[in-house]
């Protein structure tokens, strides 16, 4: 019984030498694979040795049983050392012979997000939209009768120094100053019925760029056309749209002013908190910023649109919504809108 237990002994003892020399000269991960299927798959020598343990006399057993756990150990230990040595090896020979590594974390996919002027368009159309106003988009390349003669601006009327025009080679053929001309599309499709849209869209005017002003900016027109329409209506609708986009906090000023295509005409002021630190530089020191400029639609646009004023009245509003943005992100330059410089639009 003795020497069938130290048999079985020295049988551990060859079985990890004879191993660990063969696991030494396993040249690469197939090797390696074969070589634990030998020792520990289903039929290996190291799971038969173990298997082994319940055979052994009862005086021997917890010898044999230490030794074989040890060895079952050991040669784990090795193995997974060896396949790790391997697996590295392989990789850095495939990194020489082909260097592009697949197991690198990929490039990550910037994600895009919305324009700040998109963002804030689409502010300005879903206030409005829950009033009942739907949005109308006419041209950008205009006749010069619609964009001033439609709108109470014969020809040298002095009222055009206010819009410094494009002008394109095909006389009379301007690039809009302003989204009014679109009041004159509208009314001419809409006719007889009751109008309430929103005119958003680029205007061009040729001037100097400055923080203040640029070649192109967006504007939103308003107009609203009806048989009872009042300056009560249009000062309940811009102090809505107002407190809706500000903070329901906020005053609304009216001032009276002058356009050709209103009688009367109005600007239109927010207060501006006085705890922001920008309110006085912004403000002037007058605590009032201008937001719009609106009015009572001229009877004389009310005609060339189609509708009879001694019938219908309306009243019709426009705003830069760049200004807008720039009131409410403390944006100091207007250029940053349109420059595509991502540290900036990042920002929103
Ligand atoms: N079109 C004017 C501008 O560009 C803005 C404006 C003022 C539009 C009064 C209106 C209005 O509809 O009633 O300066």
């Not at 809505?240 to 000023?253: H, I, K």
Request: charged content about 25%; proline content about 6%.
């Amino acid at each position: 019984m003795v020497g069938l237990a130290r048999k079985t002994m020295s049988d551990l003892a060859s079985l990890e030498q004879r191993a660990l020399a063969e696991l030494a000269v396993c040249a690469d991960e197939p090797a390696l694979r074969a070589w634990n299927t030998k020792y520990f798959g289903d039929k290996g020598e190291v799971v038969a040795a173990l298997k082994a343990i319940g055979a052994i006399p009862k005086e021997e057993r917890k010898t044999y049983g230490q030794e074989a756990n040890r060895v079952k150990e050991a040669l784990t230990k090795a193995f997974e050392g060896t396949l790790a040595g391997a697996k590295e090896r392989a990789l850095n020979a495939s990194l020489t012979a082909n260097p592009l590594d697949v197991t690198l974390p990929g490039r990550p996919v910037q994600r895009g997000r919305l324009h700040i002027a998109t963002q804030i368009m689409r502010q300005i159309y879903s206030i409005f939209a829950d009033m009942g106003f739907q949005v109308y988009r006419t041209r950008e390349v205009e006749s010069d009768e619609m964009n001033f003669e439609l709108l109470n601006m014969p020809p040298h009327h002095p009222a055009r120094d206010m819009w410094d025009t494009f002008h394109t080679t095909t006389p009379g053929v301007i690039l809009r100053t302003h989204t009014s001309p679109g009041q004159i599309h509208v009314m001419r499709e809409f006719h007889p019925n009751p109008i309430r849209v929103i005119l958003p869209g680029m205007c061009y005017r040729y001037e100097a760029i400055t923080t203040r002003s640029e070649i192109q900016f967006q504007q939103v027109e308003g107009l609203v056309i009806g048989q009872h329409v009042t300056m009560a209506d249009l000062k309940g609708t811009i102090t809505a749209f107002a407190r809706r986009l500000f903070g329901q906090e906020r005053q609304v000023r009216f001032r009276s002013s002058y356009f050709p295509f209103t009688e009367p005409s109005i600007e239109v002021d927010i207060d501006w908190p006085r705890d922001d630190p920008n309110a006085d530089r912004l403000t002037k020191g007058t605590g009032w910023l201008e937001i719009m400029g609106a009015g009572m639609v001229h009877p004389v646009v009310l005609r060339n649109g189609g509708y009879d004023p001694a019938e219908y009245s309306g009243f019709a509003f426009g705003m830069g919504p760049q200004r807008i943005t720039m009131l409410k992100h403390a944006i100091d330059d207007i250029r940053q809108f349109w420059g595509n410089d991502l540290r900036f639009l990042r920002q929103f």
